[in-house]
């Protein structure tokens, strides 16, 4: 694979990841809604491969890379929007 080809597959297992949290976990503001895509977006096109080769030992394929980046969209969704909750309940004294 070309890589161009390599670049759109990570592209589309992050978009893919980014909107299947969407569909499970709705933000509720316009503004979450922005910071939880791009950040689930950024890191499941960057952190799919280490994940996919160091943690869950798969394979170069089409659907394990996809699947990888889509799982590390997923959860970095979720792992942000519990953190922007922390951050925004925690007052300082």
Do not use: C, N
Request: hydrophobic residues 55%; proline residues 4%.
């Amino acid at each position: 694979m070309d890589e161009l080809g390599a670049i759109a597959v990570k592209a589309l297992g992050s978009l893919g990841g980014a909107i299947l949290a969407l569909v499970f976990q709705p933000p509720t503001t316009t503004r979450d809604f922005i910071i939880r895509s791009v950040f689930a977006f950024l890191s499941g096109a960057l952190f799919g491969d280490p994940v996919r080769t160091e943690y869950l030992k798969w394979s170069d394929t089409f659907h394990h890379v996809v699947g990888a980046h889509a799982l590390v969209a997923l959860v970095s969704w979720w792992a942000f929007g519990a953190a922007l909750k922390v951050i925004t309940a925690w007052k300082p004294k």
